[in-house]
């Protein structure tokens, strides 16, 4: 079992950068790939990025690629999203899952979320 709790969202205006954070609780949280996805009001959750168990490979939704970098810290049991030159078109709630075995891939391929964390770019 894995607690996931996203931090670092915010109101931000275009241009602007945001870092989220996302903590894992256990012991196994190395051993999980990684992923960000966000979810704007009357549209379905969608895919941001994503990172293997051991940090080495990435990969991004083509919306935020260039700008957003996703990395990990395994020996504080952490993901973040660093997010920068943010648009309004980024508002969303963003919310970190992980996935036992596999890498990537849509929302339901993913076993453990956090609670979600609102990040509001203004124009």
């Known amino acids: 079992q894995v607690q996931l709790v996203e931090s670092g969202g915010g109101l931000v205006q275009a241009g602007g950068s945001l870092r989220l954070s996302c903590a894992a609780s256990g012991r196994t949280f190395s051993t999980y790939a990684m992923g960000w996805f966000r979810q704007a009001p009357g549209k379905e959750r969608e895919f941001v990025a994503a990172?293997?168990?051991?940090?080495?490979?990435?990969y991004y939704a083509d919306s935020v690629k260039g700008r957003f970098t996703i990395s990990r810290d395994n020996a504080k049991n952490t993901v973040y999203l660093q997010m920068n030159t943010l648009k309004p078109e980024d508002t969303a709630v963003y919310y970190c899952?992980?996935?036992?075995?596999?890498?990537?891939?849509?929302?339901?391929?993913?076993?453990?979320w956090g609670q979600g964390t609102q990040v509001t770019v203004s124009s």
């Open positions: 899952a992980a996935r036992v075995g596999g890498y990537g891939g849509p929302p339901y391929e993913y076993d453990y």
């Open positions: 990172i293997s168990w051991s940090g080495v490979t990435t």
